[in-house]
């Protein structure tokens, strides 16, 4: 045991002497190869540290040296305060640390921008070109760094502190030491290009970018790996810039062509912001060219992350919308870096299965083909006024609601408006998820939709849009919520013409009431926007039927108060609705065949009414009724709960017993219907008020009546017949005949004056004045001639007749109201009589 750990380490002397035994059997022609390289090492390391402790002291000389290279490239003038080799960091290269680094052109004195100001400015140089006595920049490491490119007003630039291939031609200098750069690479360098001239302003801080060059007979190719930060890609700096406040990543291959001066960066991969991008692009670099072009991809971005990547005018455009899932964008800016104003801008976006925001909504199930583009019309210029949002295809749903729309514009930017086709298929039903059933409310029925439209965008809203088209509705059921209105079985066509609403196969159904109507607005879309009150819907309507208790809702005034405080997402549309239900005029021209309300059945009505927002205007209003006709013209101020009316009525030739029952009596309670017979012609001009249920408001109605009765007759009229019994009792007072009967009432209240008038009638005459209440307060004096009208009845002279009326005694009554409450007929004196009447 001892023997064999004792023997390990000369196991390691073995394995060395066996190494150098097999070394002493090599070729000859080996081992020389191995000396010269281990000398060539050697002198190498000899010669580098040689290079070394010349360098370090001599570096003023070296400074001035790299110096006096690095201007001779230059128009402007290039310093550096301090020199250190660090020559470790660029081994075998010498490298040289430059401190302070300040570069300016010769007019820096003018404008004060300072090409480059750098605290650490490193390079590496040809160590045997050193050697040789020239400068020969492989490297070039900028840290702690400004880069300021400046262009003023005049079109003058800092850069010219660069030579041209001519200059140096001219002056016959060699080739710059630059020129055989391999690499470069920037630390927290803040590189700013700030064109005066042209508006455009490009400034990033660069965090790392490391770039090696590889140079070819037609140019020279670069790999480049960027870490910045851009505060500003503004390629016009009164519209905001581009990508501003985001982080940049990523790998670029960038190809340079002498000869086509152009330089062009390969599709690579970028991040931008927190989005994967591929990035491509060419920039023309020469003197008289300075066109450029970048294309930029991403497969999946938000659309507020895509907007947020675009200037300001666009972006606050696209703001106005928003999609909730990514989207896969294309963009192309194409322009001159040299041209004053916007570049050419292009982006293309396809949405499939997304939901869409808008101003008044959601839209779901969206799915288009969008374009931005700011050269709608070509040849019209790159700016706000030429800007356009082109959408194709577009399909979704709004509350429920499919449309789709070929094709939709918003165009010009300074002053934008929509322009598209909106086509829709959908259930009545639908409108209830749009509009507030405190409004409509839509139970069955379809609607076809086809509208070319144009609308204004102000503060972010659609505003005024005119439309041109169809609008169809068939067989549907509404209920018009404020007046209690339902509507079944409903047709209509509703066409937008560029300035008029024409309206037309209306058919609605109301209980038992079919309407017919078409009717039109003149320049309704103008007048809906700045002045609705001035909108008349001039309607044809026509009527088999017309039932009027099925519409007593226009009689009373709209309920809007719910309505105008309830807000949600359905306010916009309701209140709009609203708004035109509230303030428009409807002119009606009026063609009923039948007509009923309660007791009142007329026939051939014809009428011309129009209805307001204060109320309902009656104008030549004919009525067939009773056997005979009625004309009507007056007006209804609507209110809440009452409804004050205005009428003037002729009636010719009626049935006094239909009319009557027609209008219930009138409110009188001893006589009606039954007790009357003739033909009654009259003029009235009355006002009262009526509630939502059309009944008269007691004590409300003023207004005269002149009348004429023709061929009349009182039949089993109690109150005659009870004093008839004593006072006449062998005259037949069941019916009363009247040749003619006329006279005056005055209705003030529930009082109606009754002005002196004569009756002349088969069984008796009397003189009649005073006063009836429909309540209490009658108090009517009659005078009646006990004297029989039958002998009298071969008189033709109206003189004798009057003389012969009051021959002989003559009752004065009085009709006043009796304890129960009824009219009660008394004998009284003459002056009791008299004094009654006064």
């Given amino acids: ?48 540290i040689g290079l070394a402790f010349y360098i370090n002291t001599n570096k003023k000389e070296i400074l001035a040296k790299v110096t006096s290279e690095i201007n001779e490239n230059l128009n402007g003038k290039f310093t550096a305060e301090d020199m250190e080799p660090t020559f470790l960091q660029g081994f075998p290269k010498i490298s040289l640390r430059l401190n302070n680094v300040v570069v300016k052109d010769n007019q820096w004195a003018n404008h ?9 400015f490193n390079i590496s140089i040809n160590s ?4 040789r006595g020239t400068v020969e920049i492989k490297k070039i490491q900028i840290s702690d760094a400004q880069i300021y490119l400046y262009e003023d007003a005049s079109g003058y630039s ?26 470069f690479e920037l630390d927290n360098v803040n590189f700013i290009s700030d064109n005066q001239r042209r508006n455009k302003l490009f400034d990033f801080q660069i965090n790392n970018l490391k770039g090696n060059i590889d140079f070819i ?17 503004a390629f016009n700096t009164k519209h905001g810039s581009f990508m501003k406040e985001k982080v940049l990543k990523g790998k670029l291959e960038i190809n340079f062509n002498n000869e086509k001066e152009a330089l062009t960066i390969a599709p690579s991969d970028l991040q931008i912001g927190d989005n994967d991008f591929n990035v491509g692009g060419k920039f023309n670099v020469g003197k008289e060219n300075s066109e450029f072009s970048i294309n930029i991809k991403v497969a999946e971005i938000l659309w507020k992350q895509a907007s947020d990547l675009l200037s300001n005018n666009i972006s606050f455009q696209l703001d106005r919308f928003d999609l909730e899932k990514p989207i896969a964008v294309t963009c192309d800016i194409v322009g001159d870096l040299n041209a004053e104003g916007d570049p050419l801008i292009y982006v293309n976006a396809k949405v499939t299965n997304n939901r869409l925001h808008v101003p008044d909504g959601i839209v779901d199930n969206c799915n288009f083909n969008g374009i931005f583009t700011n050269e709608f019309i070509k040849g019209k210029g790159f700016d706000d006024p030429n800007s356009a949002v082109k959408l194709y295809g577009f399909k979704g749903e709004y509350k429920q609601m499919p449309f789709t729309m070929d094709s939709a514009i918003i165009n010009d930017f300074n002053k934008p408006f929509a322009t598209g086709i909106f086509k829709s298929k959908f ?38 849009p005119k439309f041109s088209g169809l609008i169809n509705v068939e067989k549907g059921d509404v209920t018009y919520a404020p007046r209690n209105l339902r509507f079944n079985n409903t047709n209509v066509a509703l066409q937008f013409t560029e300035s008029d609403l024409l309206i037309k196969n209306i058919q609605l159904q109301s209980g038992k009431s079919i309407v017919f109507m078409e009717g039109d607005i003149q320049n309704f879309l103008n007048l809906y926007y700045t002045d609705p009150e001035k909108i008349v819907l001039n309607w044809k309507v026509r009527s088999p039927q017309l039932h009027m208790a099925e519409f007593l809702g226009f009689l009373g005034g709209r309920k809007t108060k719910r309505i105008a405080k309830r807000k949600s997402q359905k306010s916009n549309i309701t209140e ?40 309902i205007n009656i104008s030549n209003s004919t009525i067939n009724h009773a056997d005979g006709q009625v004309n009507i013209s007056g007006k209804l101020a609507q209110g809440q709960s009452s409804n004050h009316f205005l009428m003037n009525t002729t009636v010719s030739n009626v049935n006094i017993q239909k009319f009557f029952h027609a209008f219930n009596n009138f409110g009188m309670e001893t006589m009606s219907s039954k007790n009357l017979k003739g033909f009654l012609f009259s003029k009235a001009s ?59 009432l005055d209705i003030s209240g529930e009082k109606v004056t009754i002005s002196p008038m004569k009756i002349n009638s088969s069984v008796l005459n009397m003189d009649l004045a005073g006063v009836y209440s429909f309540g209490l307060g009658t108090n009517i004096a009659l005078d009646v001639p006990l004297r029989n009208p039958k002998n009298d009845k071969d008189i033709t002279d109206e003189e004798l007749l009057e003389e012969r009326r009051n021959r002989g005694i003559v009752l004065h009554l009085l009709a006043t109201d009796g304890d129960d409450g009824k009219v009660k007929i008394k004998l009284v004196s003459r002056k009791t009589r008299d004094n009654a009447v006064e």
């Fill in 112 to 120: 004060k921008k300072t090409l480059l100001k750098s605290k650490d």
């Fill in 427 to 464: 259930p009545l039903q639908q409108l209830n998820n749009a509009i507030d059933a405190d409004l409509l409310k839509f139970s069955s029925g379809n609607a076809n939709v086809e509208l070319k439209f144009r609308a204004d965008i102000v503060n972010l809203e659609i505003t005024k």
């Fill in 576 to 615: 709009n609705l609203n708004f035109l239900f509230e303030k428009s005029n409807v002119a009606m021209q009026v063609k009923i065949d039948k007509f009923y309300y309660n007791k009142f059945y007329a026939t051939n009505v014809l009428a011309n009414v129009l209805l307001s927002e204060s109320g």
């Fill in 158 to 183: 800092n850069t010219a502190i660069f030579k041209t291939t001519k200059e140096k031609k001219a002056g016959n200098e060699e080739s710059s030491s630059f020129a055989e750069i391999k690499a």
């Fill in 1 to 48: 045991m001892l023997f064999y750990h004792s023997n390990q380490p000369m196991q390691k002397t073995t394995i060395i002497s066996q190494f150098l035994d097999k070394r002493h059997n090599l070729p000859r022609w080996m081992k020389i190869a191995i000396k010269i390289i281990c000398g060539v090492i050697l002198f190498i390391i000899v010669a580098y």
């Fill in 686 to 744: 009355l006002s009262g008020n009526i509630n939502n249920e059309g009944k008269m408001i007691p004590k409300s109605m003023n207004g005269t009546i002149a009348f004429d009765l023709r061929k009349g007759a009182l039949v089993n009229f109690d109150p005659i017949k009870s004093v008839g019994k004593f006072a006449f009792p062998f005259r037949k007072l069941d019916t009363i005949t009247f040749t003619n009967l006329n006279g005056k």
């Fill in 128 to 131: 045997m070109a050193f050697l």
């Fill in 217 to 233: 007979s037609e140019g020279w190719n670069a790999t480049l790996k960027l870490d910045a930060f851009a505060k500003s890609f």
